[in-house]
T-cell receptor
Framework: RKEVEQDPGPFNVPEGATVAFNCTYS??????FFWYRQDCRKEPKLLMS???SGNEDGRFTAQLNRASQYISLLIRDSKLSDSATYLC?????????????FGKGTKLSVKP | SQTIHQWPATLVQPVGSPLSLECTVE??????LYWYRQAAGRGLQLLFY??????ISSEVPQNLSASRPQDRQFILSSKKLLLSDSGFYLC??????????FGQGTRLTVV
């Protein structure tokens, strides 16, 4: 079963570029979504939460499309420090038990 | 504020030896607790999750087991490690429907 699928990447972009990742989910009852950032050999850290149509935080924008069952992450004006793996997450069964299923992640590499 | 502690940070164990990784959470009660494994260059694989003391759900049948003897303690164990058990093990906690917070992980190498 594949509850959450992500663009495999890697995405190699120059500094200043705008880049977008998509994440599709299979459970139409999912109510909450999260984007995490994971640096090499480190634990994932929360980047953004999405409970409605979308969320914006500085250069980062997450959008939710319930009809097509995908969530996207847009990064504007990419920085070298944005290089990481980005993970999409949603509770597997809509959240009643809280078991969180992660996508395999999309690797981003921002080049000077 | 809530904190999560996971130890040890790194571990090298011989094949066939037992394993015990411990994770504790502070500053919250009745959290959902998770064990994930990440093999080199791979995604996060959910191994076990728990919604309460003594309640363990296994996502993938394998050489590992988990226990939750106390509300904020989650233990990952194995009686006999295999080479394929090597990986980065992450403990996490969450409240229902909210984001998960991770421990710093244990890098296990089975030799």
């Amino acid at each position: 079963r594949k509850e959450v699928e992500q663009d495999p990447g890697p995405f190699n972009v120059p500094e200043g570029a705008t880049v977008a990742f998509n994440c599709t989910y299979s459970n139409s009852a999912s109510q909450s979504f999260f984007w995490y950032r994971q640096d090499c050999r480190k634990e994932p850290k929360l980047l953004m939460s999405v409970y409605s149509s979308g969320n914006e935080d500085g250069r980062f924008t997450a959008q939710l499309n319930r009809a097509s069952q995908y969530i996207s992450l847009l990064i504007r004006d990419s920085k070298l420090s944005d290089s990481a793996t980005y993970l999409c997450v949603t509770p597997m069964d809509g959240g009643s038990q809280g078991n969180l299923i992660f996508g395999k992640g999309t690797k981003l590499s921002v080049k000077p | 504020s809530q904190t999560i502690h996971q130890w040890p940070a790194t571990l090298v164990q011989p094949v066939g030896s037992p394993l015990s990784l411990e994770c504790t959470v502070e500053g919250t009660s009745n959290p959902n607790l998770y064990w994930y494994r990440q093999a080199a260059g791979r995604g996060l694989q959910l191994l076990f999750y728990s919604v309460g003391i003594g309640q363990i759900s296994s996502e993938v049948p394998q050489n590992l087991s988990a226990s939750r003897p106390q509300d904020r303690q989650f233990i990952l164990s194995s009686k006999k490690l295999l080479l394929s058990d090597s990986g980065f093990y992450l403990c996490a906690w969450s409240d229902m429907n909210t984001e998960a917070f991770f421990g710093q992980g244990t890098r296990l190498t089975v030799v």
